[in-house]
């Protein structure tokens, strides 16, 4: 599948963003949102954590704070902390993007996660990276573990979780993608990753997060991560969790049968099984594939979001929840697969004009039944 990158929707999201803003008013707004307490609040009491992502240039952004503050505990920087912003060429280091996140959220009282350590992806390696050619596996750890180091160790003492890998599957084999790491590390890279940043943020939980889905298409993508995470446990590696993106951008919600449950249940409770927690990292709902009315849109994807999140929470394993934006105008869907209709998407609990939607209500639904965690 190929995937167009947050970084690259960026600069699509302004002009996605007054799309929105010029849409029709059928909006169904959430019945009950002067009522719900802070989604953190409902997630707290279960024991979950519940947050969002977010981008540097958003803490200067007074009305999205405004919901982000109410509703979130923690965050996780969108781009920040990939490589490809901190290390763009051999010789630099820029913090500035990442550190002003962990500014923001200490002095707002929020929690934090890393996202990533390493893309295992050369698409989204740094060109420098990528352009490598290592004379040996040892060349490769002094690169990749000293990069490492100097991100996880930064704030060692603030960041509560890391994801070491990410996106390493290609989901079409369900092989680890080919980089220059793996060139001359082999599989190895991995094991390496995860020893490296527990040896730099012991403190941290340490996951591996993809974005393989309950979805049809998904078979090899699922296969191959049970694969990474039995190799990482039957070699010792630190891992603490699988991250789960919860994206789903290849089937409308309504794809989501008794069957395709059936199949995902068999998934999460293999990872469960290797003694892994369960983060849902990048929850959204792409309605690329649903019908142009607002108003039915809204009720589908609030019906999908708590059956999802029903399934998800019943394993006491699962203790985060964070959205891949929290308001639709700020959501990096509006330039992934766009609609073909040319509308705007709906994809996250609030739209473009910071209203709480049904999402909203489903979300906290869902909180309010869910088990409290051991």
Known sequence: MTRLTRRHTLAMLASAAGTAACATPESVT???????????????????????????????????????LRDCAVIVAENEHKMYTIQ????????????????????????????????QHPDWLPDWVNQKQFASAAEAEALLGGYIERVASRHSDFIYSWDV?????????????????????????????????????????????????????????RSGVLRILERLKRNGAPIDALGIQSHSNDAPPSAFTATQQKIWRAFV?????????????????NDSMMVPGIAQRDREIAAFTRDYLDMMFSYEQTKDLLVWG??????????????????????????????PKLMHDAVAAALRAAPVRA
């Open 326 to 355: 929290i308001a639709d105008n700020h959501s990096w869907l509006q330039g992934f697969k766009p609609r073909e209709d040319g509308i705007a998407k709906r994809p996250t609990l609030y739209d473009s004009d910071y209203r």
């Open 269 to 285: 409770e293999e990872a469960i099984g290797m003694g892994l927690d369960i983060y849902l990292t990048e929850f959204d709902v």
């Open 88 to 119: 763009p060429t051999p010789d630099a280091m820029n913090w500035v993007p990442g550190d002003t996140l962990v500014n923001f959220a200490k002095a707002n009282g929020l929690g934090m996660r890393g996202h990533t350590l390493i893309w």
């Open 30 to 68: 959430s019945a009950r949102s002067g009522e719900t307490p802070p989604l953190k609040d409902l997630a707290a009491a279960k024991g979950i954590r519940f947050g969002t992502s977010m981008d540097a240039r958003e803490v200067n952004q007074a009305e999205y704070l405004d919901i982000v």
């Open 165 to 221: 890998v990410n996106e390493t599957i290609d989901p079409e084999t369900g092989d680890i993608r080919e980089t220059s790491f793996t060139r001359a590390m082999g599989a190895n890279v991995l094991d390496f990753a995860f020893h490296s940043a527990r040896a730099s943020a012991p403190n941290a939980t340490l996951a591996y997060n993809d974005y393989m889905s309950w979805e049809p298409s998904h078979e090899k993508h």
